[in-house]
């Protein structure tokens, strides 16, 4: 008998009949799950991967819906509609913009929905509070430790003392990103330059628009702008503008000199944990949002930009192992 098995089996040995009854249920039934993307892009899929490694690592058979509206919020009704005709046990929604419409869309669902990848649930009217859920709906937060994101601006650009960011002012993603920054440069003596965008088309420009008003730019982890980083970093590697954003991706394609992000591995494991108590009965009401701890956070910076910009690497991170070439 495979070790699996022999556990499982010593588990159901030792439990009284009303426990063995539903540990029998949830390790027969197959379990039908959504999974709604705002688009396709390495980070979410990397969010997806471990959501559902994490089930399978919990003992539960699930099926899967999955389908993705290509950045564009306009089709998300469309494909929220359409997974949730299919009567699933969960639905997982990622982004801000899909979770949001998937609220509003699908309010007279029955059936639970997590998130992952929302930066401020709150903000975005998902959930009450940090520490409960809504009736249908509670899940994982990306907002990154904005204490830490900054330190490291200083560690590898101390020079900074004007920090800019570009940011949709229509997401509330975006905003949320904003509000925390701007409650913690103050601390590292900065001063943040903000620029408002609300149009894919007029990014260039607006990041242009930075040039000798700010020494660093940072780009929020937003539905819009990740997009568009190859057409921020033309502009950013023109003007030598230092880039920073949440997504390292960006900083391993040398769009963008660095991040420190949340560790999306780290996160579709926390929201796995999340869907599993929900599937087997637990009420998202009662699940406080996922906040990613110090420990799951990455940093990854662009060997490429470094040399563009001519910025030597600090010696506190010369054993960081977070270039890439």
């Known amino acids: 008998m495979k070790p699996a098995l022999i556990l499982q089996a010593a588990r159901l040995a030792a439990c009284v009949p009303l426990a063995c009854a539903a540990s029998l249920v949830h390790a027969q039934q197959t379990y039908k799950v959504a999974i709604a993307q705002f688009g396709p892009d390495h980070t979410l899929d990397t969010l997806v991967s471990s959501f559902k490694k994490e089930l399978a690592r919990q003992g539960l058979k699930v099926s899967y819906d999955e389908g993705h509206v290509n950045f564009d919020r306009s089709l998300a009704p469309q494909l929220l509609n359409r997974e949730a005709a299919g009567k699933p046990d969960l639905m997982l929604t990622i982004t801000t913009p899909l979770t949001q419409t998937a609220k509003q869309v699908l309010a007279n669902r029955s059936f639970p929905i997590v998130f992952g990848a929302v930066a401020n649930p709150v903000a975005a009217k998902l959930v009450p509070s940090w520490d409960r859920g809504d009736t249908l709906m509670t899940g994982g937060s990306n907002l990154p430790n904005m204490d830490a994101s900054v330190g490291f601006i200083k560690q590898l650009t101390p020079g900074v003392k004007r920090l800019g960011i570009i940011y949709n002012p229509g997401d509330d993603a975006d905003l949320g990103y904003l509000n925390a920054l701007e409650k913690v440069v103050g ?4 001063t943040l330059v903000k620029v408002g965008v609300d149009n894919a ?17 940072m780009v ?3 539905s819009m702008l990740i997009p568009a980083a190859a057409a921020i970093a033309s502009v950013t590697n ?3 503008l230092p880039t920073y954003s949440p997504n390292v991706d960006n900083v391993a394609q040398h769009h963008f000199l660095a991040a420190m992000t949340v560790e999306y591995t780290s996160l579709g494991t926390s929201v796995g944990r999340i869907a599993a108590d929900v599937l087997r009965g637990k009420k998202p009401a009662d699940i406080p949002v996922s906040v990613p701890a110090a420990e799951d956070h990455a940093v ?6 470094l040399k563009d910009l001519g910025i030597a690497l600090p010696e506190s991170l010369k054993n960081c192992n977070c270039v890439v070439d």
């Open 300 to 305: 990854k910076i662009s060997g490429r930009r």
């Open 238 to 240: 023109r003007i030598k």
């Open 201 to 217: 088309n007029d990014i260039p420009t607006r990041v242009a628009s930075l040039q000798g008003r700010a020494d660093a730019l």
């Open 220 to 222: 929020p982890a937003s």
């Open 187 to 190: 601390k590292y003596d900065l």
